[in-house]
Each structure stands twice: as C-alpha cells, then as structure tokens.
C-alpha cells in the first residue's frame, strides 16, 4: 500500500468516525471468511457496515475526531462495525457476539462517549430509530383514535336505541 492509498484510507475512516452515530471495536481473530460474510451480510441489513482497516491507520483517523478516546482499544485483529443509527451497530455486534465466540467485542464509541464492552451492551439494549419512531407516532395517534371512539359512542348508542324500539314494534 503506498501513501497515496494510506491517505485515501485514512480520509475514510476519517469520515466513518464523524458521520457514524455508532463505532463498536471488535476482535475477530479464527472467524472463517463466511462468518465474516454473515456479520456483513446482517449488518448491512440493519443499516450498518463492517470495515477491517490497520490499526494504525484508524489512529491516525481518530486524531481530532469526537470518538478520539477509543484509540487504546485498536489493538490485534480489529474489525469497526458502524452505523449512523446510534443502535443498529452496537445491536448486530451484540448479537453476533453471542452466537459466534470468536468474535469478541472490546467497546467502542458514541459520540464522544467512550463504551466498554458492558456500554455496547447498554447502546445495543435500546429501541432503535425505527422503535422510537413506532413509539411517537403511537402516543401521538392514541389521543385522536380515543377522540374519534368518544364521538362515534353516541352515535352508536342511538342506532342501538333505535334498533331496540324497531324490534320492539315489529314484535
């Protein structure tokens, strides 16, 4: 690898490090390619990425960044898992963790917050963007949907009253 390419590198991670609501810093030492494939595959499906970059190289990226304070993690076989959504990574990692032992989470870093492993386990607890999304529209919703049933009771009262004194008629 030249210069060129380790500064092209370096500007990338750069901007993985600014933009990423999420970077969670893992060891994957013994992983098989198609297990490799499969945490991709998964994180791509939750809007995330994996990225293998040299460590020293990612240090250099972390220089002047908010999550500067993981550097001491990028040590060994590191894989960056991330995503703009400040859950997804952190969910995928976690999971994957635990199905697969070879892959072992050392922390990572939201925002300026720096997170141990038990911290990416916190992160990975979350609802996601998505979740909380659901949540507010719901809350929003419930009072329209309990208005609307509270004008449409009387309503209904009356067709039943009504329907009861036909009834009656006819009999």
Known sequence: MDRAQKEKVVEELGQIFESSGVVVVAHYEGMTVAQMQDLRARMREAG?????????????????????????????????????????????????????????????????????????????????????IAQIASCIGAPASNIAGAIGAPASNIAGILKTLEEREAA
């Open 48 to 132: 995330g990425s994996v990225r293998v970059a040299k460590n020293t190289l990612a240090k250099i990226a972390l220089e002047g960044k908010p999550c500067e304070s993981m550097a001491g993690l990028l040590t060994g076989m590191t894989v960056l898992a991330f995503s703009e959504d400040p859950v997804a990574a952190a969910k995928v990692s976690v999971d994957y963790a635990k199905a697969n032992d070879k892959f072992a989470i050392l922390g990572g870093a939201m925002g300026t917050e720096a997170l141990d492993p038990a911290g990416v386990k916190v992160v990975a607890a979350m609802p996601s963007r998505e979740e909380l």
